[in-house]
């Protein structure tokens, strides 16, 4: 919402906070105005991320036995939930993990449950960028990982091999006793992917930066290295981009204090880990003009930025004749039809709706009012259907690194919170 980091809480017993960084020390509480208060809800775990590829950090997190939510940010710093009806099915949701699990380069999200009064398994939701449109949302096969015994009190992933792909941990507890579980996703090895550290000044991991990796074709993909997620726990302070087929091209890196670096890559900077560090003064970098950010973007000021092509001042028109109307998105854009209107009605200057021709009458101030505008609800999508892959377990029980004795314990919470 601001250049600076902003924070949001998911609350227990109360509203949730959105706190706007107003830049000079202080914060306002937006959440109410951004249509993210909810409430009557009780908030567990929570990511940010990007869902729709536009640029804007968006919101997904999990309600204690309520409707789970997925806000994506529109141009008016408001959310909107486009959950679908199996998405938001309420659970005794413990921990909300995003992330790209196959390396597809489309987040996947993990919802950890705990079966406290009968069965309630782990679920598994893949949520895919469309062009101009909502994500679709489709619940996976989550495989073993579903547990629908499991007293689940938090989970986490990571790479634990160093193979690129990230692996699930599962911990259990609080109401009953029961070992820690690891799981390996089956499918996606062949997949690119980049997994990149940001540091602070001090060396330490830069919890509330911002990473996006422009792609040779697949756009801008971003990620939060978020210091919350979980209710008993946290992720790692890794950028774990799947990339499918492509290739980044440049990464960038956002500070909280608003301090940024760009670095082109080459092809044989995929596959690998990567540690960028905090800038020294007037040691920011600067991309040069003719740097390729791939399909969608080009170099302004320094940085990749959206290219708009339907503005374009030279060359034949960017959409045919048969659907001439231009419509700019985030490193894309889509051609469609001029719309044909009923009488009474006119297209708009985009030509993508119809409008009634606005007709001004004098009137007396006397006679002048106000009203409000009330937001619309939330817009629900339908999930589709048959399961892609699984997380068949490689190891349960005690664990020693991947085969030792180890113990998970945490002071209980009352907020999730993510820093952007």
Same mark, same amino acid.
């Given at each position: 919402?601001?250049?600076?980091?902003?924070?949001?809480?998911?609350?227990?017993?109360?509203?949730?906070?959105?706190?706007?960084?107003?830049?000079?020390?202080?914060?306002?509480?937006?959440?109410?105005?951004?249509?993210?208060?909810?409430?009557?809800?009780?908030?567990?775990?929570?990511?940010?991320?990007?869902?729709?590829?536009?640029?804007?950090?968006?919101?997904?997190?999990?309600?204690?036995?309520?409707?789970?939510?997925?806000?994506?940010?529109?141009?008016?710093?408001?959310?909107?939930?486009?959950?679908?009806?199996?998405?938001?099915?309420?659970?005794?949701?413990?921990?909300?993990?995003?992330?790209?699990?196959?390396?597809?380069?489309?987040?996947?999200?993990?919802?950890?449950?705990?079966?406290?009064?009968?069965?309630?398994?782990?679920?598994?939701?893949?949520?895919?960028?469309? =062009?101009?449109?909502?994500?679709?949302?489709? %619940?996976?096969? &989550?495989? *073993?990982?579903?547990? !629908?015994? @499991? #007293?689940?009190?938090?989970?986490?992933?990571?790479?634990?091999?160093?193979?690129?792909?990230?692996?699930?941990?599962?911990?259990?507890?609080?109401?009953?006793?029961?070992?820690?579980?690891?799981?390996?996703?089956?499918?996606?090895?062949?997949?690119?992917?980049?997994?990149?550290?940001?540091?602070?000044?001090?060396?330490?991991?830069?919890?509330?930066?911002?990473?996006?990796?422009?792609?040779?074709?697949?756009?801008?993909?971003?990620?939060?290295?978020?210091?919350?997620?979980?209710?008993?726990?946290?992720?790692?302070?890794? =950028?774990?981009?799947?990339?499918?087929?492509? %290739?980044?091209? &440049?990464? *960038?890196?956002?500070? !909280?204090? @608003? #301090?940024?670096?760009?670095?082109?890559?080459?092809?044989?900077?995929?596959?690998?880990?990567?540690?960028?560090?905090?800038?020294?003064?007037?040691?920011?970098?600067?991309?040069?003009?003719?740097?390729?950010?791939?399909?969608?973007?080009?170099?302004?000021?320094?940085?990749?930025?959206?290219?708009?092509?339907?503005?374009?001042?030279?060359?034949?028109?960017?959409?045919?004749?048969?659907?001439?109307?231009?419509?700019?998105?985030?490193?894309?854009?889509?051609?469609?039809?001029?719309?044909?209107?009923?009488?009474?009605?006119?297209?708009?200057?985009?030509?993508?709706?119809?409008?009634?021709?606005?007709?001004?009458?004098?009137?007396?101030?006397?006679?002048?009012?106000?009203?409000?505008?009330?937001?619309?609800?939330?817009?629900?999508?339908?999930?589709?259907?048959?399961?892609?892959?699984?997380?068949?377990?490689?190891?349960?029980?005690?664990?020693?690194?991947?085969?030792?004795?180890?113990?998970?314990?945490?002071?209980?919470?009352?907020?999730?919170?993510?820093?952007?």
């Amino acid at each position: 919402m601001s250049s600076s980091s902003d924070v949001f809480c998911d609350n227990e017993n109360g509203p949730n906070f959105l706190f706007r960084n107003n830049g000079d020390g202080t914060f306002t509480d937006m959440a109410q105005q951004a249509g993210v208060e909810d409430r009557y809800q009780h908030g567990r775990g929570v990511a940010l991320a990007d869902f729709n590829a536009d640029g804007k950090t968006d919101i997904v997190y999990g309600n204690w036995n309520g409707q789970h939510r997925l806000y994506l940010q529109d141009n008016n710093q408001r959310f909107r939930d486009v959950a679908s009806g199996s998405f938001s099915s309420p659970s005794p949701v413990r921990t909300v993990i995003a992330a790209d699990f196959d390396n597809d380069q489309e987040l996947d999200i993990f919802f950890n449950n705990i079966a406290y009064r009968g069965h309630a398994p782990n679920r598994l939701f893949r949520v895919a960028r469309r =062009a101009d449109a909502d994500p679709q949302i489709e %619940e996976l096969n &989550v495989g *073993e990982a579903a547990e !629908p015994q @499991g #007293r689940g009190t938090g989970a986490t992933v990571t790479d634990f091999d160093g193979d690129g792909q990230l692996d699930l941990l599962v911990a259990h507890g609080e109401s009953a006793s029961q070992p820690i579980s690891v799981f390996k996703v089956t499918q996606g090895s062949s997949n690119h992917w980049l997994r990149v550290i940001p540091r602070t000044r001090f060396g330490s991991f830069a919890r509330g930066a911002r990473v996006t990796a422009y792609t040779n074709r697949s756009g801008a993909l971003m990620r939060i290295i978020d210091g919350g997620s979980g209710y008993l726990c946290e992720m790692e302070p890794v =950028a774990h981009f799947g990339l499918g087929k492509d %290739e980044v091209t &440049v990464v *960038e890196v956002y500070w !909280p204090d @608003g #301090r940024s670096v760009a670095r082109p890559l080459q092809p044989g900077d995929m596959n690998s880990v990567m540690e960028i560090g905090y800038p020294k003064e007037g040691e920011e970098s600067v991309l040069n003009p003719d740097t390729q950010c791939g399909e969608g973007f080009f170099v302004k000021n320094g940085r990749c930025a959206d290219n708009n092509e339907c503005k374009q001042q030279s060359g034949p028109p960017v959409c045919p004749k048969s659907r001439p109307v231009c419509s700019n998105t985030y490193g894309h854009y889509n051609c469609g039809p001029r719309k044909t209107c009923s009488r009474g009605h006119k297209p708009t200057k985009d030509g993508r709706a119809c409008m009634v021709p606005t007709r001004y009458y004098p009137l007396s101030p006397s006679l002048c009012s106000c009203s409000s505008v009330l937001p619309g609800g939330p817009l629900f999508l339908t999930p589709a259907g048959a399961p892609l892959w699984a997380l068949p377990p490689i190891s349960t029980g005690p664990l020693h690194g991947l085969n030792g004795d180890m113990r998970l314990r945490a002071p209980q919470s009352h907020a999730s919170m993510g820093i952007a």
